[in-house]
């Protein structure tokens, strides 16, 4: 994909970015997602990870906010978090 010019792009970096993430209501789902996050951005903070069960309680979403430097950073975060198996949906 090339890059889009800054002045083109409609997100500024850095900035905070908040990414919802759903899956399985599961042991280890929310710590698997804070690994994963922390390796885009070591200062992430898992306290602050927001979270919502299912009505019926068998998924969990997840909302975490990092702060993105870039498109590539943003693109390969989605890539990672969409191909962990505990991983249902990312948006």
């Known amino acids: 994909m090339p890059d889009i010019p800054p002045e083109q792009s409609l997100i500024q970096y850095p900035c905070r970015f908040p990414i919802k993430v759903m899956g399985h209501k599961a042991d280890g789902f929310i710590e698997a997602i804070a690994v994963i996050a922390r390796q885009f951005d070591p200062t ?3 306290a602050a990870i927001e979270q919502r069960p299912s009505s ?3 998924y969990l979403g ?3 906010t990092i702060t993105a430097t870039s498109r ?9 978090l969409s191909t962990h198996p505990m991983v249902k949906v990312v948006l």
Not at 72 to 80: A, F, I, M, S, V
């Open 72 to 80: 590539d950073q943003l693109d390969e975060l989605y890539r990672t």
């Open 62 to 64: 997840l909302t975490i």
């Open 44 to 46: 992430f903070d898992s």
């Open 56 to 58: 019926g309680g068998r």
